[in-house]
């Protein structure tokens, strides 16, 4: 698990980069298909990024929840709402994902205090 997600995102990112430049094709898609997931429909932005923090912590994804608090954050989203999320990830995914919801507030916190 990591402690600074924004740290965490720069990281990816760098090699995201390094990845896309090796396959466009894939990560062009890849992106197409997330821009897309998160466009506003039935449900709004907001909620499709509280829905995305959730799935990360009960998948364990430490590079998810670090986009996630961080989309979570930029839509506007208030840490009562992350919480309720984040119960519903502990219940889906178990006692690990207390610790992985643990450093998704912390992430979201890291994220509202730097804007």
């Known amino acids: 698990m990591t402690s600074d997600f924004q740290a965490r995102i720069a990281e990816i990112d760098k090699y995201a980069a390094e ?9 062009n898609a890849f ?3 997330s821009k897309a997931a998160r466009s506003a429909g039935a449900l709004d932005k907001k909620t499709k ?12 994804c430490d590079g998810c929840i670090g986009y996630h608090a961080r989309g979570a954050h930029r839509t506007g989203a208030t840490r009562q709402e992350i919480a309720e999320a984040l119960g519903v990830a ?6 690990p994902s207390v610790n992985y919801a ?5 992430a ?8």
């Open 108 to 115: 979201f916190d890291q994220f509202h205090a730097n804007a």
């Open 49 to 60: 990024e509280l829905l995305a923090l959730a799935i990360s912590v009960a998948i364990r």
């Open 19 to 27: 990845l896309k430049a090796l396959i466009p094709d894939a990560l």
């Open 102 to 106: 643990a450093d998704a507030l912390r």
């Open 90 to 95: 502990i219940q889906m995914g178990g006692g």
């Open 31 to 33: 992106g197409g298909l």
